[in-house]
């Protein structure tokens, strides 16, 4: 849905507006880093339901308590935030990001229930709403012109959809006195490290990819920004939509199998699922992208797609590596994790300023997604070896998915020769895709069985 909506509301909101939403989108992302202090991590680690609702309960509690603070915060730090950045001198933005979080962070522990009992069918409905009344809301709103408030409600009804589908599916009677239990902090007391570590491993995390469009917002102007932005969900929407999916089957088989003691073909088989599956989409958008973009989105967004082959091995790089960074906390790798944030934090943060202190906009985006590629690779390859995942698979797995991603590639070569857009020239494109769905089915019926 978000995908099919992108070229309305394109043409409804200016990239100043999907400039204004990157920061707002930043500042949330920043504040969700704390939502259930981490303790929602926790709960597919837990043994029986009675435990797992005790934590969940914990979560609950350690939530409302950082909607407070945060309230406190953002009214004592107006004055600031209104300073650098004016557009949010509109109080209703400021309301959007406590709601924001607020809902956020609930939908985060109900899902992580919701693995644990392996729902995955009911989390799945609750992204294909979130995505129905997120692209609807943007464009009704987008229709009544009301600016890029329009597009921060929508992310807010983005966050707030499924949270009800995932209660009554998951919640009885019985589970909300284990809710208030007093049981529940022998359990806290177990997953300390989650409250300890987690919340500033996710913040240094977060800071690390949403440092991006708050400094070119900052720096580079509001509509700068709003292009990153804009070509960063296109890329994220497909990429992010399959590496959630699978981050949750993972987290809860891995942790099963970890106390098996079998944890790592289950690594290297979810590493090889993921290079088929991601490898060509990423592709295609960058060797089409820049020929298309403008058609599809409007002649104000050529500079996005001109940019979209400096950013596709950075989220390709992200896509792999995102779903198994679980395995640091099914082997009690946080410390690990949080300096390996800490390195990523500071990684980002002087790529993107020299970039934009030495080179224009192209010269910063392509530094750091450079130095995005470097830091997924090591992090890829200290995930592996901690799964104990040998390396001649990982050099296996890479030549497969290579010669894969060739012949899926072979019905591109046409394009070559043409420079126009026409009907014909759709035709290759639309094999090429046919292609690698049956390839992929059939490779991926291999890993199952």
């Given at each position: 849905?978000?995908?099919?909506?992108?070229?309305?509301?394109?043409?409804?909101?200016?990239?100043?507006?999907?400039?204004?939403?990157?920061?707002?989108?930043?500042?949330?992302?920043?504040?969700?880093?704390?939502?259930?202090?981490?303790?929602?991590?926790?709960?597919?680690?837990?043994?029986?339901?009675?435990?797992?609702?005790?934590?969940?309960?914990t979560a609950f509690l350690a939530h409302g308590a950082m909607t407070v603070v945060f309230f406190v915060v953002l009214l004592l730090g107006q004055g600031v935030l209104r300073r650098e950045y004016p557009f949010f001198s509109d109080p209703l933005l400021v309301v959007c990001l406590l709601l924001g979080f607020l809902f956020a962070g609930i939908y985060d522990i109900f899902s992580y229930l919701g693995i644990r009992e392996k729902a995955f069918a009911t989390i799945a409905k609750t992204r294909i709403s979130q995505g129905i009344w997120g692209a609807l809301s943007g464009v009704g709103l987008g229709l009544l012109r009301v600016g890029p408030l329009g597009l921060v409600v929508s992310q807010m009804c983005n966050l707030a959809a499924g949270i009800n589908v995932l209660r009554r599916r998951l919640v009885s009677p019985g589970d909300l006195k284990r809710l208030v239990s007093r049981e529940r902090w022998d359990d806290v007391v177990e997953f300390r490290r989650f409250p300890l570590f987690q919340p500033w491993t996710?913040?240094?995390?977060?800071?690390?990819?949403?440092?991006?469009?708050?400094?070119?917002?900052?720096?580079?102007?509001?509509a700068a920004a709003g292009v990153l932005f804009f070509n960063m969900k296109v890329l994220q929407i497909p990429m992010m939509f399959v590496g959630n999916a699978v981050a949750q089957v993972f987290f809860q088989r891995g942790s099963e199998l970890s106390r098996e003691g079998n944890l790592g073909d289950w690594v290297a088989k979810v590493?090889?699922?993921?290079?088929?599956?991601?490898?060509?989409?990423?592709?295609?958008?960058?060797?089409?992208?820049?020929?298309?973009?403008?058609?599809?989105?409007?002649?104000?967004?050529?500079?996005?797609?001109?940019?979209?082959?400096?950013?596709?091995?950075?989220?390709?790089?992200?896509?792999?590596?995102?779903?198994?960074?679980?395995?640091?906390?099914?082997?009690?790798?946080?410390?690990?994790?949080?300096?390996?944030?800490?390195?990523?934090?500071?990684?980002?943060?002087?790529?993107?300023?020299?970039?934009l202190m030495y080179f224009d906009m192209r010269g910063a985006i392509a530094l750091f997604s450079g130095a995005n590629v470097v830091f997924y690779g090591a992090y890829m390859f200290l995930v592996l070896r901690i799964s104990h995942v040998s390396l001649p698979a990982i050099l296996r797995s890479l030549g497969e998915s290579f010669v894969f991603l060739v012949h899926c590639l072979l019905p591109l070569g046409p394009l070559l020769y043409f420079s126009d857009i026409t009907t014909f020239t759709l035709i290759f494109p639309c094999i090429s895709l046919a292609l690698w769905i049956f390839m992929l089915k059939k490779k991926l019926g291999e890993l199952k069985s």
């Amino acid at each position: 849905m978000a995908l099919l909506c992108a070229p309305l509301l394109s043409r409804l909101y200016s990239p100043g507006d999907f400039g204004v939403l990157a920061v707002y989108a930043a500042f949330l992302s920043t504040m969700t880093a704390f939502s259930g202090l981490g303790l929602h991590l926790a709960i597919p680690l837990t043994e029986t339901r009675s435990r797992a609702w005790g934590v969940a309960g914990t979560a609950f509690l350690a939530h409302g308590a950082m909607t407070v603070v945060f309230f406190v915060v953002l009214l004592l730090g107006q004055g600031v935030l209104r300073r650098e950045y004016p557009f949010f001198s509109d109080p209703l933005l400021v309301v959007c990001l406590l709601l924001g979080f607020l809902f956020a962070g609930i939908y985060d522990i109900f899902s992580y229930l919701g693995i644990r009992e392996k729902a995955f069918a009911t989390i799945a409905k609750t992204r294909i709403s979130q995505g129905i009344w997120g692209a609807l809301s943007g464009v009704g709103l987008g229709l009544l012109r009301v600016g890029p408030l329009g597009l921060v409600v929508s992310q807010m009804c983005n966050l707030a959809a499924g949270i009800n589908v995932l209660r009554r599916r998951l919640v009885s009677p019985g589970d909300l006195k284990r809710l208030v239990s007093r049981e529940r902090w022998d359990d806290v007391v177990e997953f300390r490290r989650f409250p300890l570590f987690q919340p500033w491993t996710n913040l240094l995390a977060i800071l690390s990819s949403q440092i991006v469009p708050i400094l070119f917002a900052r720096f580079g102007g509001v509509a700068a920004a709003g292009v990153l932005f804009f070509n960063m969900k296109v890329l994220q929407i497909p990429m992010m939509f399959v590496g959630n999916a699978v981050a949750q089957v993972f987290f809860q088989r891995g942790s099963e199998l970890s106390r098996e003691g079998n944890l790592g073909d289950w690594v290297a088989k979810v590493f090889r699922g993921l290079l088929f599956v991601g490898l060509y989409p990423v592709t295609l958008i960058v060797l089409l992208g820049p020929r298309y973009f403008p058609v599809i989105f409007g002649a104000a967004w050529q500079e996005a797609g001109a940019l979209l082959p400096l950013m596709g091995p950075w989220f390709f790089a992200q896509f792999l590596t995102s779903p198994l960074s679980s395995v640091m906390y099914i082997c009690g790798k946080q410390r690990c994790d949080f300096f390996c944030s800490l390195w990523q934090l500071g990684l980002r943060s002087a790529s993107i300023v020299l970039g934009l202190m030495y080179f224009d906009m192209r010269g910063a985006i392509a530094l750091f997604s450079g130095a995005n590629v470097v830091f997924y690779g090591a992090y890829m390859f200290l995930v592996l070896r901690i799964s104990h995942v040998s390396l001649p698979a990982i050099l296996r797995s890479l030549g497969e998915s290579f010669v894969f991603l060739v012949h899926c590639l072979l019905p591109l070569g046409p394009l070559l020769y043409f420079s126009d857009i026409t009907t014909f020239t759709l035709i290759f494109p639309c094999i090429s895709l046919a292609l690698w769905i049956f390839m992929l089915k059939k490779k991926l019926g291999e890993l199952k069985s």
